[in-house]
C-alpha cells in the first residue's frame, strides 16, 4: 500500500525515469556518423545489388550490420539474439523487382526478464536507390534515406543493451523498402507467425536532415505519423465508433501520444509534430506492413524533406546538387531523433504491458466507469480523459491498484477515456482506449 500511495501522489522520479536522462547523454553523434559513413561507402544498397562483394552492395551492407549487432552482443555478455530473416521475391510479385532475389533482414532481439514475448521494435531501412529503382548498379549512397535510420538502429542497440528491461526490445534493418516494403511485410509476417506480442514497431526512416526544399531549417521539430483506426478491426469495432467514438483512437495513434508525450517530458528542446495520416501523402513506409496486421506501428522522421536529396542520381542540374549524399546529413539531429527511439523503446520496455479488454460505462449517468482486466507487473492504474478535439491525453487519475473505478461527475458523453497500467518505478503503458461498454 505504501508502494502504490508513492506512485501515486508523490513526483520523486524513480531511478529508470531518472536513467532516461542517461539515455540521451549516451547516444553519440560521433558513432552515427562513422556508421552512415561506413554504410554510404558500400556505394549502393539497392536491394538487388551485389550480394558477394565485401565492399559494395545490399550484401556487404547487411553483414556489416550484422557484425555490429553481434559486436554490440559480444559486449553485453551475448545479451542479443542475432540472426537473418528473409523472403524470396519474384519479378511477378511487383512492378519494382527486377528479377528474382531475396530479401534479407537483420534482427536482434534483447530479451526481456519478464515477458520475453512482448516486443518494442525499432527499426531502419538497408536499401537505398537511384533515380530509378530498377538500376541496381548506379551508385545510391542513402545517407539519410536511409542509413541515418539504420545508424540510428544500431546505435539505440549499443546504449540499451547496456541496461535490463522486463520486455524485449527488436533492433531490425529491414530490406526492400523502395521495392515494396517487402522486408517489412516480411518481418511482420514472422511476428504474427511467432506470436510476438509487439507493443510498439517505431519505424524511422530519414531522421537526418534539417533543411527543408521549402526552405526551412529546423533541427528540433520531427514528425510520428499514425494512422487513426486499426486497419485490421472487425466490421462490428467500425460501426461501433458511430455511438461511441473513437475515430483518432487506434493503438498506433495511441503509441504516437505516447511517444509525443515523452517527448515534451524528457526533451523539451525538442518540437515533435503528430502527424494524423499513415505516411506522407500517398507514400508509405516499413510501418505500414505492421500496422495492416494490427500492431501498433508509427514512424518517426525529419519535419522538413529535400527532394533534390531522396531517390536521386548524383549530379549536378541548372546548378542544384542532387544525391543524397554524407555531406547532407545532419549528425546531430540524428542523434536527437535516435534519443527520442532510446528513451521511448526504454519507457515501453520497462512498463507493464497495457490493459486488456478495457470497457466504459456510464451512459445517461453523472459519472463515467470504467473496468479492466488486471496487469501482472503492473501496481496500479491512471486513468486518462481529454475532450472530444484534443489530440492529447490532457487530464489523469491515478486510482490505485483496482480494476474499475468511476469518476464522479464526469459525463461519458463530453470526453473520450483509456486507461494506462503503471509500474513500481512510475512508469507507464500504453494509453488503452475502450474496446466495449457495459451498463
Known amino acids: 500500500m505504501l508502494l502504490v500511495s508513492f506512485i501515486g501522489f508523490t513526483q520523486v522520479p524513480s531511478t529508470n525515469q531518472l536513467d532516461l536522462y542517461n539515455i540521451i547523454n549516451e547516444v553519440s553523434a560521433d558513432r552515427i ?206 460501426n461501433g465508433r458511430r455511438f461511441y467514438g473513437g475515430e483518432v483512437d487506434g493503438i498506433s495513434r495511441q503509441l504516437a501520444r505516447y511517444i509525443h508525450k515523452s517527448v515534451k517530458n524528457y526533451m523539451p528542446e525538442m518540437k515533435p509534430m503528430m502527424v494524423y495520416r499513415l505516411d506522407r501523402f500517398g507514400r508509405g513506409g516499413h510501418h505500414r506492413p505492421f500496422a495492416d496486421l494490427g500492431f501498433p506501428a508509427i514512424r518517426i522522421m525529419e519535419a522538413h524533406e529535400n527532394y533534390t536529396q531522396q531517390h536521386q542520381d548524383i549530379r549536378t542540374e541548372n546548378g542544384i546538387n542532387y544525391g543524397d549524399v554524407v555531406e547532407h546529413v545532419n549528425f546531430p539531429y540524428a542523434r536527437k531523433l535516435t534519443a527520442v527511439n532510446a528513451i521511448n523503446l526504454a519507457q515501453l520496455a520497462w512498463a507493464p504491458t497495457p490493459p486488456q479488454n478495457v470497457k466504459i460505462g456510464g451512459i445517461v449517468e453523472a459519472h463515467a466507469k470504467l473496468k479492466w482486466d488486471a496487469v501482472k507487473d503492473a501496481v496500479g492504474y491512471k486513468i486518462y480523459w481529454r475532450d472530444t478535439t484534443s489530440p492529447t491525453w490532457d487530464n489523469s487519475r491515478y486510482v490505485g491498484n483496482v480494476t474499475e473505478h468511476t469518476l464522479k461527475e464526469i459525463v461519458i458523453d463530453n470526453s473520450f477515456f483509456g486507461v494506462a497500467a503503471v509500474g513500481a518505478d512510475g512508469i507507464e503503458s500504453i494509453v488503452r482506449f475502450p474496446s466495449g461498454v457495459f451498463r
Request: charged content about 25%; overall charge negative; glycine content about 10%.
Open 33 to 238: 556518423e562513422k556508421d552512415v559513413r561506413k554504410l554510404a561507402d558500400f556505394g549502393t544498397r539497392n536491394t538487388f545489388s551485389d550480394t558477394i562483394s565485401n565492399t559494395r552492395g545490399i550484401g556487404a551492407a547487411r553483414r556489416w550490420i550484422k557484425a555490429e549487432f553481434d559486436k554490440i552482443s559480444a559486449d553485453c555478455g551475448g545479451c542479443l539474439e542475432v540472426f537473418y530473416q528473409k523472403d524470396y521475391v519474384t519479378t511477378d510479385m511487383g512492378s519494382r523487382i527486377p528479377k528474382n532475389a531475396w530479401v534479407v533482414n537483420v534482427v536482434a532481439i534483447q530479451r526481456g526478464t519478464q515477458n520475453p514475448n512482448a516486443m518494442v521494435m525499432m527499426s531502419g531501412d538497408i536499401d537505398s536507390r537511384a533515380s530509378d529503382t530498377m538500376d541496381f548498379t548506379t551508385d545510391a549512397p542513402g545517407a539519410n534515406d536511409n542509413a541515418s535510420g539504420m545508424a540510428g538502429t544500431i546505435e539505440a542497440a549499443r546504449v540499451l543493451s547496456k541496461r535490463k528491461f522486463k520486455n524485449s526490445i527488436v533492433y531490425v534493418g529491414l530490406s526492400g523498402e523502395e521495392q515494396g516494403l517487402f522486408g517489412g511485410k516480411g518481418l511482420a509476417d514472422y511476428a504474427q507467425k511467432n506470436q510476438w506480442n509487439v507493443i510498439g514497431f517505431l519505424n524511422n526512416d530519414m531522421i537526418g536532415n534539417i533543411e527543408g526544399v521549402d526552405g526551412v531549417i529546423d533541427n528540433r521539430e520531427f514528425r510520428i505519423f499514425s494512422e487513426p483506426t486499426n486497419p485490421a478491426e472487425t466490421d462490428r469495432e467500425r
